[in-house]
C-alpha cells in the first residue's frame, strides 16, 4: 500500500520504517525540515535499537520524508496521524491532532478517489468520532464513510524495544467508522499473521489503550507503595515481590515446574517512579476525561500521586548516607526514563538533577544514550561525563536512575578505583552487598 505518516516522531518513525520493511511505500510528514533531512539522508532522529539499519535499508527507495503534506497526501491511499497529545496541565491538548485531520481534510477536498484517515496518536474516546471526523469534514466538504474512511489504530510499541514491539506487535486494534474503513486499516498491517487483531469502533479502540497504559502504570505505583512500606517495616521489596511474583496466574507453571516469566513482572518491582512521554500524560489525561464524564477515578489519582513523590525518596536515601548535600559531589546514573532509549521527557532523573543542584550538590551525570537530550535541560550546571567511569570518579555518592545494564559494573568499577561513595539505587538493579554503603528503593 502506499501511505503517508503525519508526525514523524519515536512512532511516526518507527512505523514508518517498520511499515516499509513490510513491503509498503511510506511517505513520513514533519512540519520540522531538520528532522526531514536527517531521515532522508539515513539518520535516524532517535534512538532505538535496530532502527538505523531497518532506516538506512528502506530510505530512498520504500521510505521518503518530506514537510510537503500535501503532495504525500496525493499520492497515498491511507494516512496515519501520528502528531503528539501532550497534557496541558487540565485536559488532553488535541492542537496537534486538529490541526492534522484539518491539514489532512484541505487535501482531500482536492483528492479523487477513496482515501482513509487513521488516529494513531493516543487520544482520549470519542476524539477520532467526534472531533477528528468533523474536522475532516469540515475541511474537505466531504462525507466521512462516503467519500473517505476514518480509523483508529492505537499503538503499543515501549520505547526502548520500539522496532521489535512493531515489527512483532501482540495485537493489532483496528478501529474504523465502518468496515470499509476497518478493512483498509486492516491491509497495512497483513502480512502481521501473527498478532492478534481486533476490530472494534473508533472510541473502543481509543478505550484499550488508556486501559493498558493506566494498568502498567497502577502496577508501578501499586509496587512503589508496597516498596516504600517494605523499607518502613525492614523487609527488602525485591524478595516480597519475588514471592508475588510466583503467584501462577503471574508466572504459570509448566508441566515440569519451569516458570513463564512475562514481561508484565517487570512493572511490579518498587523503584524511583515511572516517566516518559505516555504513562503520566495519558493516565493525567485519562483522570481528566473521566472527571468530565462525571466518572471520577481514585485509583488513578493515587497512581499518580505515589509517582510524583518517588523521585523525592531518593533524596530522601541520599540524606541518610550524605546529611549535608550543599558541596557534596554526587553523580547521577542514567537520564533516559528507561533503557534503551534516548527520551528523557518526563524522566525521574529531572526532578532529582534539580533538587540535587538546588540543595548545592555538585553534580555529575553520565548517560549511554540520552546525553544529547539531557545536557542542554541543565545549562550548564551539571557536567556531562562521556564514560562511567569519569561520572563517578571522586563522588562522594551515586545515584541510579535508569536500569542501563551498563551500570551492572559499578560494583566491580568501584572496587578498581577503591571508591567508596555511597550507591543510592533507584532501580534496584545493583545486588544490595556489593557495595560498601548502599541504599536502594523499596529496601
Ligand atoms: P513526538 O513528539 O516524538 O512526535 C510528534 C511529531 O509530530 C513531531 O516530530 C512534530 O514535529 C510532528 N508534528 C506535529 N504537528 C505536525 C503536523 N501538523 N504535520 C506534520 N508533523 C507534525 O511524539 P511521539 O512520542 O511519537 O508520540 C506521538 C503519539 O503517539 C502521541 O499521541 C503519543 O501519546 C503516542 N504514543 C507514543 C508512544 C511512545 O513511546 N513515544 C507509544 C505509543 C503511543
Same mark, same amino acid.
Given at each position: 500500500?502506499?501511505?503517508?505518516?503525519?508526525?514523524?516522531?519515536?512512532?511516526?518513525?518507527?512505523?514508518?520504517?517498520?511499515?516499509?520493511?513490510?513491503?509498503?511505500?511510506?511517505?513520513?510528514?514533519?512540519?520540522?525540515?531538520?528532522?526531514?533531512?536527517?531521515?532522508?539522508?539515513?539518520?535516524?532522529?532517535?534512538?532505538?535499537?535496530?532502527?538505523?539499519?531497518?532506516?538506512?535499508?528502506?530510505?530512498?527507495?520504500?521510505?521518503?520524508?518530506?514537510?510537503?503534506?500535501?503532495?504525500?497526501?496525493?499520492?497515498?491511499?491511507?494516512?496515519?496521524?501520528?502528531?503528539?497529545?501532550?497534557?496541558?496541565?487540565?485536559?488532553?491538548?488535541?492542537?496537534?491532532?486538529?490541526?492534522?485531520?484539518?491539514?489532512?481534510?484541505? @487535501?482531500?477536498? $482536492? =483528492?479523487?478517489?477513496?482515501?482513509?484517515?487513521?488516529?494513531? !496518536?493516543? *487520544?482520549? #474516546? /470519542?476524539?477520532?468520532?467526534?472531533?477528528?471526523?468533523?474536522?475532516?469534514?469540515?475541511?474537505?466538504?466531504?462525507?466521512?464513510?462516503?467519500?473517505?474512511?476514518?480509523?483508529?489504530?492505537?499503538?503499543?510499541?515501549?520505547?526502548?524495544?520500539?522496532?521489535?514491539?512493531?515489527?512483532?506487535?501482540?495485537?493489532?486494534?483496528?478501529?474504523?467508522?465502518?468496515?470499509?474503513?476497518?478493512?483498509?486499516?486492516?491491509?497495512?498491517?497483513?502480512?502481521?499473521?501473527?498478532?492478534?487483531?481486533?476490530?472494534?469502533?473508533?472510541?473502543?479502540?481509543?478505550?484499550?489503550?488508556?486501559?493498558?497504559?493506566?494498568?502498567?502504570?497502577?502496577?508501578?505505583?501499586?509496587?512503589?507503595?508496597?516498596?516504600?512500606?517494605?523499607?518502613?517495616?525492614?523487609?527488602?521489596?525485591?524478595?516480597?515481590?519475588?514471592? @508475588?511474583?510466583? $503467584? =501462577?496466574?503471574?508466572?504459570?507453571?509448566?508441566?515440569?515446574? !519451569?516458570? *513463564?516469566? #512475562? /514481561?508484565?513482572?517487570?512493572?511490579?518491582?518498587?523503584?524511583?517512579?515511572?516517566?516518559?512521554?505516555?504513562?503520566?500524560?495519558?493516565?493525567?489525561?485519562?483522570?481528566?476525561?473521566?472527571?468530565?464524564?462525571?466518572?471520577?477515578?481514585?485509583?488513578?489519582?493515587?497512581?499518580?500521586?505515589?509517582?510524583?513523590?518517588?523521585?523525592?525518596?531518593?533524596?530522601?536515601?541520599?540524606?541518610?548516607?550524605?546529611?549535608?548535600?550543599?558541596?557534596?559531589?554526587?553523580?547521577?546514573?542514567?537520564?533516559?526514563?528507561?533503557?534503551?532509549?534516548?527520551?528523557?521527557?518526563?524522566?525521574?532523573?529531572?526532578?532529582?538533577?534539580?533538587?540535587?543542584?538546588?540543595?548545592?550538590?555538585?553534580?555529575?551525570?553520565?548517560?549511554?544514550?540520552?546525553?544529547?537530550?539531557?545536557?542542554?535541560?541543565?545549562?550548564?550546571?551539571?557536567?556531562?561525563?562521556?564514560?562511567?567511569?569519569?561520572?563517578?570518579?571522586?563522588?562522594?555518592?551515586?545515584?541510579?536512575?535508569?536500569?542501563?545494564?551498563?551500570?551492572?559494573?559499578?560494583?566491580?568499577?568501584?572496587?578498581?578505583?577503591?571508591?567508596?561513595?555511597?550507591?543510592?539505587?533507584?532501580?534496584?538493579?545493583?545486588?544490595?552487598?556489593?557495595?560498601?554503603?548502599?541504599?536502594?528503593?523499596?529496601?
Amino acid at each position: 500500500m502506499r501511505i503517508s505518516i503525519v508526525g514523524t516522531g519515536y512512532v511516526g518513525l518507527v512505523s514508518g520504517v517498520g511499515l516499509a520493511e513490510v513491503g509498503h511505500d511510506v511517505i513520513c510528514v514533519d512540519v520540522d525540515q531538520a528532522k526531514v533531512d536527517l531521515i532522508n539522508k539515513g539518520v535516524p532522529t532517535i534512538y532505538e535499537l535496530g532502527l538505523e539499519e531497518l532506516l538506512t535499508k528502506n530510505v530512498g527507495t520504500r521510505l521518503t520524508a518530506t514537510t510537503d503534506l500535501r503532495s504525500a497526501i496525493l499520492s497515498t491511499e491511507l494516512t496515519l496521524i501520528a502528531v503528539g497529545t501532550p497534557f496541558n496541565g487540565e485536559q488532553i491538548d488535541l492542537t496537534y491532532v486538529r490541526e492534522a485531520a484539518r491539514q489532512i481534510g484541505e @487535501v482531500l477536498a $482536492d =483528492k479523487d478517489g477513496y482515501h482513509t484517515v487513521v488516529v494513531k !496518536s493516543t *487520544v482520549v #474516546p /470519542g476524539t477520532t468520532a467526534d472531533v477528528v471526523l468533523p474536522t475532516l469534514e469540515a475541511a474537505s466538504g466531504k462525507h466521512a464513510g462516503a467519500d473517505f474512511g476514518v480509523g483508529m489504530n492505537p499503538e503499543f510499541l515501549a520505547e526502548g524495544a520500539a522496532v521489535v514491539d512493531f515489527t512483532s506487535p501482540d495485537r493489532i486494534v483496528v478501529g474504523g467508522i465502518d468496515d470499509r474503513s476497518r478493512d483498509a486499516l486492516a491491509g497495512l498491517y497483513a502480512s502481521f499473521t501473527h498478532a492478534t487483531v481486533v476490530r472494534t469502533d473508533t472510541t473502543t479502540a481509543e478505550m484499550i489503550k488508556y486501559a493498558a497504559n493506566s494498568l502498567l502504570a497502577t502496577m508501578i505505583s501499586f509496587s512503589n507503595e508496597i516498596g516504600n512500606l517494605c523499607a518502613a517495616v525492614g523487609v527488602d521489596s525485591v524478595e516480597a515481590l519475588a514471592g @508475588v511474583h510466583l $503467584d =501462577k496466574r503471574l508466572s504459570p507453571m509448566a508441566a515440569d515446574g !519451569s516458570r *513463564v516469566s #512475562p /514481561g508484565f513482572l517487570s512493572f511490579l518491582a518498587a523503584g524511583c517512579g515511572f516517566g516518559g512521554s505516555c504513562f503520566p500524560k495519558d493516565v493525567r489525561a485519562l483522570i481528566a476525561f473521566g472527571h468530565a464524564y462525571g466518572s471520577p477515578m481514585p485509583v488513578l489519582d493515587a497512581v499518580i500521586a505515589t509517582n510524583e513523590r518517588q523521585p523525592a525518596r531518593m533524596l530522601e536515601l541520599l540524606r541518610r548516607r550524605v546529611p549535608e548535600l550543599d558541596g557534596a559531589r554526587v553523580a547521577v546514573l542514567g537520564m533516559a526514563f528507561k533503557p534503551g532509549t534516548d527520551d528523557i521527557r518526563e524522566s525521574p532523573s529531572l526532578p532529582v538533577t534539580h533538587a540535587l543542584l538546588d540543595a548545592g550538590a555538585v553534580v555529575s551525570a553520565y548517560d549511554p544514550i540520552a546525553r544529547s537530550m539531557a545536557e542542554p535541560v541543565f545549562d550548564g550546571e551539571v557536567r556531562f561525563e562521556d564514560t562511567l567511569e569519569d561520572a563517578i570518579s571522586g563522588v562522594d555518592a551515586i545515584l541510579v536512575m535508569t536500569r542501563w545494564q551498563h551500570f551492572e559494573r559499578l560494583p566491580e568499577l568501584m572496587r578498581e578505583t577503591g571508591s567508596s561513595a555511597a550507591v543510592i539505587d533507584g532501580r534496584r538493579l545493583i545486588p544490595k552487598t556489593a557495595v560498601e554503603h548502599y541504599e536502594g528503593i523499596g529496601l
